[in-house]
């Protein structure tokens, strides 16, 4: 009776150990597909003399540049982000360095909300400590790319109040802002900014969530199987411990 009883645990177990190794290898295979950031096409014109040249070597036009030279339609992408009921926060690291005065450089953001109602996306670019110092040039132009509406234009250490955008519907939709940010440095600037090194964190945020919907279907996937396999895991060694427990009263006995 004794051995019928171990070969059934052993079974029961090895059953539960397939089902969470099953589980880790779905959880894995989601996490190794979406480990890279997600990215979505934007189109946009940027002006320079030659459209191959990468942001890093070109310079913010000025006023006769803009008149001057004609703008190239260019494609790039944007780092996709979500904001929703279980995920109100979302931080995309930044970092510039070596900027000479008038070089620029451009990101894009792709801002996906779930929400049902009124909700207000606040951006905030957070510098670390130790690179206080190019932030006391260095400039952020900060765009919407769907309406054209500039949200902010200034010093980066200056943005102190989040940059804000409201979004508003009376059915559950999942909303997307093209964000253009692109940091940059006056002509004016002087020589003792150079080499220097910024490292920030760009924030956005919902702080009035009570508007906000559930993550879209792939997250809450994620959610399930990180639950299931939680749930698994705990069942089994419960399961393991009481079966121990019980042999060692036998033997005691």
């Not at 703008?71 to 510039?96: D, G, I, M, Q």
Request: negative net charge; proline residues 4%; aromatic residues 8%.
């Amino acid at each position: 009776m004794k051995k019928k009883t171990e070969r059934i645990v052993i079974a029961v177990l090895s059953v539960l150990l397939v089902i969470c190794l099953a589980l880790l290898f779905l959880v894995f295979w989601q996490r190794y597909t979406t480990k890279k950031p997600v990215h979505t096409e934007v189109s946009g014109n940027q002006i320079g003399e030659d459209s191959d040249v990468s942001s890093d070597e070109t310079t913010m036009p000025t006023d006769t540049d803009e008149t001057s030279r004609a703008p190239t339609t260019t494609t790039t992408t944007a780092s996709r982000l979500s904001l929703h009921r279980t995920k109100t926060v979302h931080n995309a690291p930044f970092f510039v360095k070596n900027m000479f005065p008038g070089d620029f450089e451009i990101n894009h953001y792709c801002v996906r909300v779930s929400h049902n109602g009124p909700v207000t996306v606040e951006f905030i670019p957070k510098i670390r400590d130790g690179y206080e110092v190019l932030a006391e040039v260095l400039k952020c132009r900060i765009s919407l790319q769907n309406s054209g509406k500039v949200l902010y234009d200034g010093l980066i250490a200056d943005l102190t109040d989040p940059a804000k955008h409201t979004l508003n519907s009376d059915k559950q939709t999942v909303a997307e802002l093209l964000y253009e940010i692109t940091v940059y440095l006056d002509e004016s600037v002087g020589n003792r900014y150079q080499n220097k090194e910024l490292v920030a964190d760009f924030e956005w945020r919902v702080t009035d969530t009570e508007s906000l919907g559930p993550p879209e279907t792939g997250q809450n996937l994620r959610l399930i199987l990180n639950a299931a396999v939680i749930s698994v895991l705990v069942f089994a060694l419960t399961t393991l411990l009481i079966w121990r427990k019980r042999n060692e009263k036998q033997e005691c006995s």
